[in-house]
């Protein structure tokens, strides 16, 4: 059992949350109990995640994608009430980490992808609102691009969405989770042989054609998995929850 201005404050001080200009708030976004003994964790904050915390006994649950975000309304949907609902009803808090989880050198998305795909995190990549949120993945001996696509089904679940414009080996990717597309042009700028986001974007088709560098589109869900889940395994690692 842990306390859960103590969790908190532990992800607050791992994460840096002030230090990013982000599209929501991140941290804590709704009170629970302060004793956690469960935690469950998930990309998303939407009312199928709460409802399988709810049935795991969770007093807290950890999102990638927190509820508010400024660019929803200020009023209430009923899809919002009822994800409220089940937070309140079964008394779970919430807590979300956004760009920070993205960007972060040790458990965010991007180094734990570069990680998951057998390349050495390098220098920061993909500058947004002032901050680099992800990394360059480099392999010294090159991965044909065949064997890196084969990688990102084993790692994301999933066969990506490709454009396989660039070089046979590949020694250097951009990787950005999630909805990045936008990076691909300082990819390009830099001269990497591959970008790796979650979703496309119109222009990806012809930029890559054009600059001769592949484009993988691995899904913005499954790209976000790893970083909130390594938050609930240092949790349970520091503070013995479940």
Known sequence: ???????????????????????????LQVPGPERVEIVATGVSAHRELFEQAAATGAQLVIAHHGLFWDFHPRSLSPAMKERLRLLFDNNMGLAGYHLPLDAHPEVGNNALICEALGLERSEPFGEHR??????VGR?????????????????????????DSGPELVRSVGVVSGGAASSFVEAIAVGLDAFLTGEPAEHVMADARESGTHFIGAGH????????????????ERFGVE
């Open 1 to 27: 059992m842990a306390h859960l201005t103590e969790l908190v404050g532990y992800l607050d001080q791992l994460l840096s949350p002030g230090d990013f200009a982000d599209y929501g708030p991140n941290g």
């Open 221 to 236: 869900y499954a790209t976000e998995t790893l970083g909130v889940r390594r938050l609930g395994e240092l949790l349970a």
């Open 130 to 135: 002032g901050r680099s949120i992800g990394f």
């Open 139 to 163: 392999s010294a001996d090159g991965v044909p691009f065949d064997e890196l696509r084969r990688r990102c089904v084993d790692v994301f679940g999933q066969e990506p969405f490709t454009w």
